[in-house]
């Protein structure tokens, strides 16, 4: 088999990135991330009213807690289901998710 050129690895990567990026763009992904980062910071509001604004920042408040519980040695990941009759699905793959991130957390502290 004849070893890929360096043009051609170029051409292909270049390729995925815009391919990525059209894809950004359609699902409108960058201006959702936006939003998050602003909730975040507290800007909930897109301009200034006369009247009073409530503001509770829950999604600092929620990503403050929940950062430091996933990033414990053995987190105990919780799967909802929305119907009921998908519960032991649901319970499945909360295992199986947190089989992948102890396998992840495991290889991370072998490898250094």
Request: charged share 30%; net charge positive.
């Amino acid at each position: 088999m004849a070893r890929t050129s360096n043009q051609e690895l170029i051409t292909r990567y270049r390729k995925k990135i815009n391919q990525s990026r059209r894809w950004r763009e359609e699902e409108k992904y960058d201006d959702l991330w936006r939003r998050m980062i602003d909730m975040y910071r507290g800007k909930h509001y897109v301009k200034s009213s006369e009247s009073d604004q409530l503001l509770v920042n829950i999604a600092f408040a929620t990503i403050n807690v929940i950062a430091p519980g996933v990033s414990v040695n053995y987190p105990k990941i919780t799967v909802n289901a929305r119907k009921s009759e998908q519960a032991p699905i649901a319970k499945l793959m909360g295992i199986l998710v947190g089989m992948m991130v102890l396998k992840t957390v495991l290889r991370k502290r072998t490898n250094g």
